[in-house]
């Protein structure tokens, strides 16, 4: 059983930047991949970006590609997200999620409360 903790959320203004971490605790983290979503007011959730177990590979979402960077820090037992040029669209609930691949969410097995990202216009 893996536990997530997502933390780095908070209030920026657009063009801004934010770091999001997941930490997990249990189970065998290095051996898993992970991945980020998030979920708007009134929007479904979408898949934001992916990483494989060794960092290796990393698949990102269209709308993200360019801005965002996805990474792990094993020994830590920590996946982060780097979001740069940060959008009023970006504005969501993010949520980390581990033990699956993909963009469905019910791909995967783990997840995180969710950390809110508000960027002001």
């Known amino acids: 059983q893996v536990q997530l903790v997502e933390s780095g959320g908070g209030l920026v203004q657009a063009g801004g930047s934010l770091r999001l971490s997941c930490a997990a605790s249990?189970?065998?983290?290095?051996?898993?991949?992970v991945g980020w979503f998030r979920q708007a007011p009134g929007k479904e959730r979408e898949f934001v970006a992916g990483?494989?177990?060794?960092?290796?590979?990393?698949t990102y979402a269209d709308s993200v590609k360019g801005r965002f960077t996805i990474s792990r820090h094993n020994a830590r037992n920590t996946v982060y997200l780097q979001m740069n040029s940060l959008k009023f669209e970006d504005t969501a609930v993010y949520y980390c999620?581990?033990?699956?691949?993909?963009?469905?969410?019910?791909?995967?097995?783990?997840w995180g409360q969710g950390t809110q990202v508000t960027v002001s216009s």
């Open positions: 999620a581990a033990g699956g691949w993909g963009t469905q969410g019910a791909a995967w097995g783990y």
């Open positions: 249990g189970g065998t983290f290095s051996s898993i991949a």
């Open positions: 990483i494989n177990w060794s960092g290796g590979i990393t």
